[in-house]
């Protein structure tokens, strides 16, 4: 059998995540979701790895949860029923989480259908471009549950703004690419089959910046979505800014400057 998840790197220090079951447009089983959360505890120990792209396998994204069965997550015996869903939703919920606390950025290449936990996925993810294919739904009111759910309701506000997010959430309706875009909801549409190439500029433009800065970056600008207060935001960059000064990057890029080069960034 055919791997659920497909793993290359198409750069240096890049790595790239294809969700691999096409036939069923990469609809998420607990075998794929425990797949990816190996490869995210991989690569978040890898240093030589600067920047993460995360798409799909054919002409899909992921269009949610595979209706035809999930599956057992692991630690799902059977034995109490209420415990093993709450396993099965944890399993699944856990790697929105988990992308969000990956040291090195990810991209997700909207390449088709985003539907439900595959539209979570991707608002998981720290830059989103999409193929004009690409089609973006909340859906989990298709199968009479609520909306809210793999951190929607907390990431969508957050992105496009509450009323924008409140109208999708309530109608579950289908939102295309360029209507993705005109809304913020994706960073550029990249047509002519070009969003392989358009994620991988992405990651590779991230690649040549000093590590520890844009780990740091990462972290703070997600963690100023929670911030209540400006002043506090300014303190916890303050902070940062301090962290990074005694990283191996501003020495680097002051000599490079002077040198009238490019900066090499090791981490």
């Not at 609809?27 to 990816?36: I, K």
């Not at 799909?56 to 035809?68: E, N, S, T």
């Not at 207060?229 to 962290?243: F, G, H, K, L, T």
């Not at 005694?246 to 960034?265: D, T």
Request: hydrophobic share 45%.
């Amino acid at each position: 059998m055919a791997s659920p998840l497909l793993v290359d790197d198409p750069a240096p220090s890049v790595r790239r995540l294809t969700l691999n079951r096409p036939e069923q447009l990469n609809a998420m089983t607990s075998e794929l979701c425990e797949a990816l959360h190996e490869e995210l505890r991989r690569v978040a120990d890898e240093r030589a790895c600067r920047a993460v792209i995360l798409t799909g396998a054919g002409r899909g994204f992921c269009a949610g949860l595979d209706l035809a069965g999930y599956g057992a997550a692991p630690g799902n015996d059977g034995s109490d029923e209420s415990r093993d869903r709450l396993i099965n939703q944890e399993h699944m919920s856990r790697l929105v989480l988990a992308l969000r606390a990956l040291p090195q950025p990810v991209i997700a290449a909207v390449n088709g259908p985003a539907a439900g936990f595959g539209l979570a996925l991707a608002l998981g993810s720290d830059i989103r471009y999409a193929a004009p294919e690409a089609v973006f739904r909340v859906a989990f009111l298709n199968i009479g549950v609520s909306n809210c759910d793999m951190a929607t309701s907390w990431l969508l506000p957050r992105l496009i703004g509450a009323s924008r997010a409140h109208e999708l959430m309530l109608t579950g309706r289908r939102v295309d690419a360029e209507e993705a875009l005109r809304i913020g909801l994706v960073a550029d549409v990249a047509g002519d089959g070009g969003l392989p190439e358009r994620a991988l500029a992405a990651a590779q433009q991230i690649a040549t910046l000093a590590p520890w800065g844009v780990r740091l970056t990462k972290q703070g600008m997600w963690t100023a979505l929670e911030i209540p207060s400006e002043q506090a935001a300014v303190e916890y960059e303050d902070r940062q800014q301090i962290m990074a000064t005694f990283g191996k990057g501003v020495p680097e890029a002051i000599e490079a400057f002077l040198q009238k080069r490019a900066p090499e960034f090791e981490d």
